[in-house]
């Protein structure tokens, strides 16, 4: 059974068992880097908001022996589980009166986004660009948002200027910074050995944010960049580990720029998921800034 005659499958599975009051429909849904996934969405009437469970992952279970109506019924178990969000206020949120304060800004890889930028505001810095996005929750279960593309700006009543003047404020407010040595990230995580050292390369740092999310953004925060270089008292290079967060390596003598971008090429090519690449790139500090253009 292939991806296509798989998605079917669970599709009549689930709406066989949910029975005549559901809709039950696939969907494409298009990620970062114009990576697709395909959505099972469950619309039950009477209900203004209709969960959507991703399936790729689900394949991948079932192609490991997983059954179908095995699968079908943990489908089910998590729409009921999730069907209650939003329920209460999430209708009230989606309104010009709170984009104020939860418009925010991603930091993506220009190439890889292009279809989406066509038809959205963005900034361009580099080989990147700053998107804008409307925040809906965010909690232990992760970020739930929506891209503001020129359909959804229409939507909300909103420009691209007036998005702008608050979207970079608010993204710090919403995901503050945290900068520190990879070594005392690693301890945040259980039984992490110390970070080995890198031949030729002094300490690493990272920068993200608290939730490690969206943690590349922090480059563009508001003198960030000239903050981190007092911090560690050396101008540095800075490596883009993922849309999640960027490494810091202070400048040193014999620093070599080519090893560093292989070291990030191989890094991206082997461990980071393609919807978390941002770029091949690295940059250096002072030099390279991230502040958008006319950013007020």
Sequence with gaps: MNF???IESIRQQVSDVLGADFSIESRKVTKNNSVEYVCLVISESGRPVSPGIYLNGFFLEYINGSPIKELADRIIGLYHEHKEFGKEGLLDLINKENISDRIFVKLVNYERNKAFLENAPYERIYDLAVTYHYLLSSGPDGISSIKMDNTNCTFFGITHEE?????????EKLFPAIFQSLNEELKTYPYAPPAPPIP???SLYILSNRDRYNGAACLLYKNILERIQKS???DFYILPSSVNEALIVPEALGSDEEYLKQMVSLVNRNYVPETEFLSDNIYHYPGNSFTA???E
């Design 4 to 6: 296509d005659e798989f």
């Design 163 to 171: 998005m702008k003047k608050t979207a970079f404020e608010n993204t």
């Design 200 to 202: 030729g390369l002094p």
């Design 232 to 234: 560690i008292n050396s």
């Design 293 to 295: 253009p006319d950013r």
